[in-house]
């Protein structure tokens, strides 16, 4: 069995769970989000149909296994992912949870992660800030937040 190497463990998991959880707000029953995407739980949207519910402690399940599996995706991308600083490494697994690791993967963030600028990569996470081709409050909001943690990081 192949394991996939985490840097989701601890007091760094619980940190980045209560962040992404409370940008992405839990609601149990299925709805459309701000471009018509069924979604559930904290942002759920894979294999989501509208007359889907779920228990918080589905949810709660669904975000950490979800988390998990965007960190996946984007250490594959990056090289090499042990060397970025935490809280710089957290708020881009929060950035890839929410823009998928397709749009992390082809970033200037992750260009800037790969070549060790911390700070040009948390400034470029900042971009992405629009859902339908229009800026969104909630986004520019999520962002900053995430650019806050990812220069603790950086600054370390």
């Not at 690791?101 to 963030?109: E, I, V, W």
């Not at 986004?139 to 943690?149: I, P, S, T, W």
Request: proline share 3%; aromatic share 8%.
């Amino acid at each position: 069995m192949k394991t996939t190497k985490t840097r989701l463990v601890g007091a760094s998991a619980v940190l980045l769970v209560s962040f992404v959880g409370a940008w992405e707000g839990l609601r149990t029953e299925a709805y459309k989000d701000i471009v018509g995407v069924p979604t559930i739980c904290y942002g759920e949207t894979k294999g989501v149909k509208v007359e889907d519910l779920a228990t918080k402690a589905e949810c709660d399940a669904m975000l950490n296994t979800s988390l998990k599996e965007h960190e996946a995706g984007m250490r594959q991308c990056l090289s090499p992912p042990d060397q970025i600083p935490i809280k710089t490494y957290l708020a881009m697994v929060s950035l890839s949870y929410n823009i998928g690791t397709g749009a992390f993967c082809k970033s200037t963030a992750r260009r800037r992660l790969n070549s060790g600028d911390w700070v040009g990569a948390c400034e470029a996470a900042t971009w992405f800030n629009r859902a339908g081709g229009r800026k969104v409050k909630g986004l520019v909001n999520r962002r900053q937040a995430e650019y806050r943690m990812c220069m603790q990081g950086a600054r370390e």
